[in-house]
């Protein structure tokens, strides 16, 4: 098993030093397409490679300290290349379960772009101003991380709070470390507007939806019915004094959505398709997570908004992850954006489902 995998990360390795060389060459260059083409291969590859250097040296060093124990005669000089030799050999084995989870199938959005939609849930005013705290959280979280966001369309309430908002954050690998955010965030908090100090239960729904190009998901126009108005809220003096505001009725999904963060009607259309396309995408992925059920059973689900997967209790100062049932207290931090701990242990225990699948099959 051991010697087959690293046979696939040799194999990899040594297209990763044929791509370096296709890189190098002046014709590489020359074509802006190709380049880049090779550039994203190459990084793809890069964790492989790196993985599989260090299985080489290791290797190595096992090798050259067997013969060399097999001939040592000092006592103290053979303790010495035990030692070394526990070393190497606990360093392979723990490369051993690297490589299995660089081998993994890579889920094939992980690189898009996302589309962000936060609906308030249960809780009237309070559940707005949660909605208003996550949006302000994912993109002080892009903002870390040097994505950039677009706003979609917002239905804000006059104390502060969001009825619903979408939002486009864009940059490397944006769905990778975003899909699990998907579902019911549940928060438990004294509102502001609460004299007895009683602590409320609001909730509000978070959808992360990778962006789908044209090729991908091909609408139908005469499918689709707009309707325009004049804008409200915010968006600076055009406000209600133009029709620039684009309402979308998908007819066979009946999905509505509403743009009017631009000033021009034929931009906020535009947002208004990408967004539909996005959740026409998302619909084809539940339907087919629903036809695969049985092989993501004990996986993290990316797309039922009804699942209750976080509560945010701030009297407690905790934030708890109900599916990995893990439990941080950092609860500023993590509202301020500072949720990579959260996200790093979500990936890890999905990707430890996935290796537990693939290394027991039969056991789903």
Not at 2 to 26: N, R, V
Request: charged share 30%.
């Amino acid at each position: 098993m051991k010697t087959d995998i690293f046979d696939k990360l040799g194999a990899l390795h040594q297209t990763y030093e044929e791509l370096t060389m296709q890189l190098a060459s002046p014709d590489a260059a020359a074509d802006v397409s190709r380049y880049q083409s090779l550039r994203k291969r190459l990084s793809d590859l890069e964790p492989m490679a790196e993985c599989y250097g260090t299985y080489l040296r290791l290797n190595g060093t096992l090798r050259d300290t067997k013969e060399l124990l097999a001939s040592e005669q000092d006592p103290e000089m053979c303790t010495m290349l035990k030692e070394e030799l526990q070393q190497a050999e606990e360093g392979i084995a723990a490369l051993e379960q690297q490589a299995k989870i660089l081998l993994l199938p890579k889920d094939p959005d992980d690189e898009k772009n996302v589309i962000v939609e936060i609906r308030a849930g249960v809780g009237g005013d309070e559940a707005a101003l949660f909605a208003a705290d996550l949006y302000r959280l994912y993109v002080r979280y892009a903002e870390r991380r040097r994505w950039h966001v677009e706003t979609m369309d917002v239905e804000e309430i006059g104390i502060g709070g969001m009825k619903t908002v979408s939002f486009l954050i864009g940059g490397t690998g944006v769905y990778a470390r975003l899909k699990y955010e998907s579902g019911v965030h549940r928060v438990q908090r004294v509102p502001e507007t609460e004299s007895s100090g009683r602590i409320h239960t609001s909730t509000a729904t978070v959808a992360i939806m990778p962006e789908a190009e044209e090729v991908e998901i091909a609408i139908d126009m005469n499918d689709c019915r707009f309707d325009v108005f004049r804008s409200s809220g915010h968006g600076g003096q055009s406000v209600n004094t133009t029709d620039s505001a684009v309402r979308l009725t998908h007819l066979p999904t009946g999905i509505v959505i509403s743009c009017q963060d631009e000033k021009s009607q034929i931009k906020n259309k535009a947002k208004a398709l990408k967004v539909l396309r996005a959740k026409l995408y998302e619909l084809e992925k539940e339907k087919r997570h629903t036809e695969e059920a049985d092989l993501r059973r004990g996986q993290i689900g990316t797309g039922d908004r009804s699942e209750k997967i976080r509560t945010w209790n701030f009297p407690q100062g905790r934030v708890t992850d109900h599916r990995i049932k893990l439990t941080l207290y950092k609860i500023d931090q993590m509202m301020d954006g500072d949720i990579d701990e959260m996200i790093d242990k979500l990936t890890l225990y999905d990707q430890a489902m996935k290796l537990q699948q693939t290394e027991d099959p039969g056991n789903d």
